[in-house]
């Protein structure tokens, strides 16, 4: 349980932080990967928000505040590393042309490490087409396994928004991929 790893490691055990890192590093990685386009970017990000839970060490009783925690560091570094990029690049189709001509390499071996089947790798990438706002609160809700109400908190909006904001980007999702043949399962 990830909160009794935390709860141990605030209590001094330095080993229940791997477990902590065991848990959580893969969907952290695909997480922020969605917004930086880079795994080694994404380690780093990840890596930091671990660093910050270590250090600022916050009151964490229920077992979802864990991964609700890190989930909105990951969201708000990941901005932030974004931001910088653009900042840093003046011509933004740049930007669009190297996230293009990316190897994907990096990303298949994160998806097999996950032990994604098919229809989850195909959920996967499609999202990755949808705007910001559809992606986050999907993926928060699929892919990490957070409540609406934990998904709200790390998105910073109401529950009801996000429970709405679900339901349009199914609708988004859905249209994606039968445009492009799927017809599987109901999303």
């Known amino acids: ?110 998806e097999d490490r996950m032990q994604l089947d098919d229809s989850k790798r195909l959920l996967h990438r499609a999202l990755l087409r949808l705007p910001r706002k559809h992606r986050d609160i999907l993926y928060l809700h699929y892919f990490v396994g957070l409540s609406y109400l934990e998904s709200a908190t790390v998105l910073g909006c109401s529950e009801k928004h996000a429970v709405s904001a679900a339901y349009n980007a199914r609708l988004e999702l859905k249209k994606l991929m039968e445009k492009e043949g799927y017809f599987g399962e109901k999303l």
């Open 1 to 110: 349980m990830e909160c009794e790893s935390y709860l141990r490691f605030l209590d001094g055990d330095t080993s229940a932080m791997q477990e902590i890192v065991e848990q959580y590093w893969d969907i952290m990685l695909l997480y922020v990967n969605s917004y930086v386009h880079s795994i080694p970017d994404a380690e780093d990000i990840a890596e930091e928000a671990l660093i910050e839970l270590a250090a600022e060490q916050p009151v964490l009783e229920e077992e979802s505040q864990v991964k609700t925690y890190l989930m909105k560091n990951c969201r708000t570094l990941a901005q932030e590393s974004v931001k910088q990029k653009l900042q840093r690049k003046s011509d933004a189709e740049k930007e669009l042309q190297e996230w293009e001509s990316n190897d994907n390499v990096d990303l298949l071996m994160l």
